[in-house]
């Protein structure tokens, strides 16, 4: 069934929901199309580490959308270009890593919000203002509603920094990097460590008590149970290369070639 509701945070009931998403890695549509299908509500379009440009974006964007869902871009970082031209390609959640301070955090709004939350650039053809069928005032309202701003929160410093980031007007939530986050409290990958868990836990605390959205980008396990137990709204579970590669290890195991005796 097609989940188009207006808020990407409620069910058709109006009450609040986990939203699942898988992050598609590989730029391909329907991969994204696909996840919306199995059941998925986003699809995550990685554009900080990997080689995904705007016009694939859009693509991705506009599968997940025909399927029902939404796309939900992470940019390479906080420029103005990249925040305004991934909501221009239709992301209904951009994230923006590394974000340690409230300066960091007004920035994003600045560039991604219209009047009067920001100075977000306005050009009336783009996707992002469904290109301009929209009266001008519908034009800067329905945008700043429907679309949110995450800080992806990372370091320690921005641990430290959450009530101040969280306190920016404009700005929807923050989404945990557990993986950085494990290099700054010297557990590298180690998703199950009590303390990453801890740490992880108390930033979606402390963000959903801040009237905040919070979300983690984490496959199943102690981690990912915590933060939905302790009150995520958003959770990446998974990816198209993360589980494909143990599927098809199985599947060469399954399939053994044949071994030639000599005889």
């Not at 207006?6 to 199309?33: C, M, V």
């Not at 409230?102 to 290109?131: I, T």
Request: with cysteine.
């Amino acid at each position: 069934m097609a989940r188009s509701s207006e808020d990407i945070f409620a069910d058709a009931d109006g009450q609040p929901k986990l939203l699942r998403g898988l992050a598609i890695y590989s730029g391909a549509t329907r991969l994204a199309e696909l996840a919306i299908k199995v059941g998925f509500d986003t699809v995550w379009i990685e554009m900080e580490h990997g080689p995904t440009d705007f016009e694939t974006a859009e693509r991705i964007c506009l599968a997940a959308e025909a399927a029902g869902g939404f796309g939900t871009i992470r940019v390479s970082d906080g420029q103005r270009c990249h925040v305004l031209r991934a909501l221009e390609v239709g992301a209904r959640i951009v994230v923006v890593p590394m974000v340690n301070t409230a300066d960091q955090a007004r920035q994003m709004v600045q560039f991604g919000k219209f009047p009067p939350l920001g100075l977000r650039g306005y050009n009336s053809r783009s996707r992002g203002v469904e290109y301009g069928l929209e009266n001008i005032e519908s034009a800067f309202e329905k945008p700043n509603a429907r679309t949110h701003l995450f800080a992806q929160i990372e370091t320690l410093e921005a641990v430290q920094n959450l009530e101040t980031i969280c306190a920016v007007p404009g700005l929807s939530g923050v989404l945990i990097g557990p993986g950085d986050l494990s290099v700054n409290l010297g557990c590298v990958g180690q998703m199950s460590n009590p303390h990453l868990i801890e740490v992880t836990c108390d930033c979606i605390r402390r963000a959903r008590a801040a009237g905040r959205f919070a979300g983690i980008l984490v496959g199943p396990g102690p981690l990912l149970s915590a933060a939905i137990e302790a009150g995520c709204n958003l959770c990446f579970c998974g990816g198209d290369f993360t589980n494909v590669i143990p599927a098809w290890r199985q599947l060469l195991e399954a399939v053994k070639p044949h071994e030639d005796n000599g005889s």
